[in-house]
């Protein structure tokens, strides 16, 4: 079985402030183990990245709008991820730029169904519990510190172990209710006695009889 797991980096947040994308990382799994193929490519936005999002990529307006467009890569982006379920974390935000790009050129939009969200999965194995990739990392001993920016290629490489991890290493849950009573039948006549028996000297047997007599004599017969 093949997968793609995928990541996206942007100009800003939301599509309706017409925001785009600016990078694309994908990389194969077969099996859940990484092939060597990837996919990458930096995209020329037609706009001005954000200082929010300057901030959280570093891709500047002047390295970007040397790049190559969205519509200049769209079949060899929709080659590499064809028939393949895609792995994303917070997939709602990278899925919502996805297919506002293939919109836009009047390309099929992606099916929800062939989408894996890890924040999900991790959602629902660790209620509570910080759920970002940094944090998932730490959680899995995965090594992170060559992330001081999002980079998608980069991130793309920790979620596929995130995503290993977190189908893999699933925690065990007790149904208390579909326990099944269990019988011990125990043969009585079959048992082991490990205990030392320690029998009692002559001397403690005479004053036992001694001790008995008295007291016996004294309590019912007088």
């Not at 519509?71 to 895609?86: P, R, T």
């Not at 919502?96 to 999900?120: F, M, P, Q, R, V």
């Amino acid at each position: 079985m093949k997968e793609v797991v995928l990541d996206t980096e942007t100009t800003g947040l939301s599509v309706k402030d017409g925001h785009r994308i600016v990078e694309i990382g994908c990389i194969e799994l077969e099996n859940q183990i990484p092939t060597t193929k990837k996919f990458h490519c930096y995209l020329n936005p037609e706009r001005k990245v954000s200082e929010k999002a300057f901030e959280i990529h570093g891709y500047s307006d002047d390295f970007l709008k040397s790049q190559k467009k969205f519509k200049d890569v769209c079949d060899d982006f929709l080659n590499f991820i064809k028939e393949k379920k895609l792995i994303m974390h917070n997939a709602e935000f990278d899925m919502a730029h996805l297919n506002n790009e293939l919109s836009l050129i009047g390309k099929y939009k992606i099916d929800k169904k062939n989408i894996i969200d890890t924040l999900d999965l991790a959602r629902d194995k660790f209620p509570g519990s910080q759920i970002n990739l940094d944090a998932l990392c730490k959680r899995f001993h995965i090594d992170n510190s060559r992330r001081d920016k999002h980079t998608a290629l980069l991130d793309c490489e920790l979620l596929s172990k995130v995503y290993i991890n977190l189908i893999d290493q699933k925690e065990p849950t007790l149904d208390f209710k579909s326990l099944e009573k269990v019988k011990v039948d125990i043969d009585t006549n079959n048992l082991l006695y490990c205990k030392k028996i320690i029998y009692p000297t002559k001397e403690e047997t005479k004053n036992h009889k001694e001790y008995l007599k008295s007291k016996v004599s004294k309590f019912f017969f007088s």
